[in-house]
């Protein structure tokens, strides 16, 4: 099922909603609701937190929790139980948001999980009428497929998306601002395994801002580890940048200020969606120099020096692409590193091109832009050394490079080549390096191949 944003309407009516798991997640999730008007039951088995909540106390410390607490529990919006099966039958939909912490090895603890479904299924078994259960608790991809949902039908004895809907629903609430996230969430992700089940969930944000996504399961899953993988990024980079720049007496406040400002490339979407490796005249040298300043000023800076080794392993895995599939005649359609462009210094289409002619391929390669008797400077210097006899792999006619391999990999997204590629009615394995206009539909084709997708 495609990502679809999801228009922001209205206000819901009041439902009545089982909260499982009252810390931090949780505890804010059931107030906030509560406040917005719905019916809230939370279930917990710590029976400390149930007293806090009973006498209208907030279990945590979080900015203005105590006054929604203290507020929805007069107004008998939140009431606390201990008693799952209760807590189903007098609600419409569950939200669970029991702790997942690590294992001593990094994975993922499912048993709060695995023990809150299997209450919630043998309830289900006992409930006429339809029910959403949704999972707010943070969990790696397929662990509501392949784990949870198995075990809601098991107990139940009824089946997901047709007897009772399951959804996941991952928070993005930052302790210490949580309930002002709450009400103006960046985004709201649902994950869902049918329509009604999703619009259900949606339905309870759908006065709140920020754009909204219905999508399955597995990707709603993935969204808070990009996201919180991307926030430790960021401040491991702050920090890099800092140890560098207080190594060479400068201020990485004003430096970062700079950066900061730029939001068309720094702070945006830009260079943030999947694809091939990056090259060119300045990235890759302008990271060499910055770890070799590091290592002049004995400086440990892990995640920058190793930029150029998750670059490389990228080009690696389009060269096992191809081997994988066993044909040796290959068109390469793209040189340059860039579409628009006809420069090939450090293109690493170059660099995947040279590797498979090393390793004996029969390689024919088209670029709308690179054309050998145009080419000068550096970047004729460049493609001599690392392509030798180049004039006999590049053709600027697209038809004849199309006609000669037997795998076509995709490098730019160039309309002649677009067009080209679209047209093709063979068999031929495609490997998509750009990801293709109907890269969507493509995927579903065993001759397709992603590089990230």
């Known amino acids: 099922m495609p990502s679809r944003a999801v228009p922001t309407g ?17 505890c804010v999730s059931a107030a906030c609701l509560a406040a917005r008007g719905h019916r809230v039951i939370g279930v917990d088995v710590n029976p400390t937190k149930l007293e806090f909540l ?11 929790i105590g006054d929604i607490v203290a507020g929805v529990v007069e107004d008998g919006l939140l009431t606390v139980t201990t008693d799952a099966a209760e807590a ?23 048993r709060y999980l695995e023990s809150v479904a299997k209450e919630i299924g043998a309830a289900l078994a006992d409930k006429d009428g339809w029910h959403v259960v949704v999972f707010r608790s943070t969990m790696v991809p397929n662990t509501c497929e392949r784990l949870l949902i198995p075990l809601l039908e098991q107990e139940s004895g009824k089946r997901a998306g047709t007897d009772f809907g399951v959804c996941v629903n991952p928070e993005f ?50 969204t808070k580890y990009v996201d919180n993988s991307f926030h430790a990024l960021k401040v491991t ?22 950066f900061l400002a730029d939001t068309k490339l720094n702070i945006s979407p830009a260079y943030l969606r999947p694809g091939f490796a990056f090259g060119g005249s ?23 020096t190793n930029v150029l080794n998750s670059n490389e392993a990228q080009l690696r895995r389009a060269v096992d692409m191809v081997i994988a599939l066993g044909h040796r005649k290959v068109t390469i359609l793209g040189l340059a590193f860039k579409t628009g462009t006809d420069d090939l210094r450090e293109s690493p289409l170059v660099e995947l091109a040279e590797r498979l002619i090393g390793k004996g391929y029969d390689v024919r390669i088209f670029d709308q832009n690179v054309g050998l008797s145009r080419l000068i400077g550096a970047n004729r210097e ?3 050394q690392h392509l030798p006899h180049v004039g006999q792999l590049i053709t600027d006619d697209v038809d004849v490079a199309m006609a000669h391999g037997d795998v076509l990999i995709v490098g730019s997204k160039h309309p002649a080549i677009i067009d080209a590629v679209a047209a093709d009615q063979s068999t031929r394995t495609v490997i998509d390096l750009v990801r293709l206009p109907d890269a969507e539909t493509r995927r579903l084709s065993a001759n397709y191949l992603g590089i990230g997708w």
Do not use: W
Request: hydrophobic share 40%; with cysteine.
């Open 10 to 26: 209205a206000a819901s009516p009041a439902r009545s909603i089982a909260v499982f798991g009252l810390g931090y997640v949780g």
């Open 54 to 64: 009973r006498n209208g106390q907030s279990p945590v410390v979080e900015e203005r």
């Open 88 to 110: 189903v039958r007098n609600s419409d939909i569950s939200i669970v948001c029991v702790g997942t912490p690590s294992t001593a090895g990094g994975g993922l603890q499912t």
């Open 173 to 222: 609430l930052r302790e210490g601002t949580s309930v002002s996230d709450f009400e103006s969430p960046p985004k709201t992700v649902v994950g869902e395994s049918d329509p009604r089940s999703g619009a259900e969930v949606m339905d309870l944000y759908a006065d709140l801002g920020g754009p909204k996504f219905q999508v399955p399961i597995a990707v709603a899953e993935m």
């Open 237 to 258: 980079f702050g920090n890099e940048i800092g140890a560098l720049c207080s190594g060479l007496g400068l201020d990485s406040h004003a430096v970062m200020d700079i």
């Open 282 to 304: 300045c990235l890759p040298k302008d990271v060499r120099a910055l770890s070799h300043m590091a290592r002049q000023n004995d400086l440990e800076l892990p995640m920058l």
């Open 382 to 384: 460049y493609l001599e």
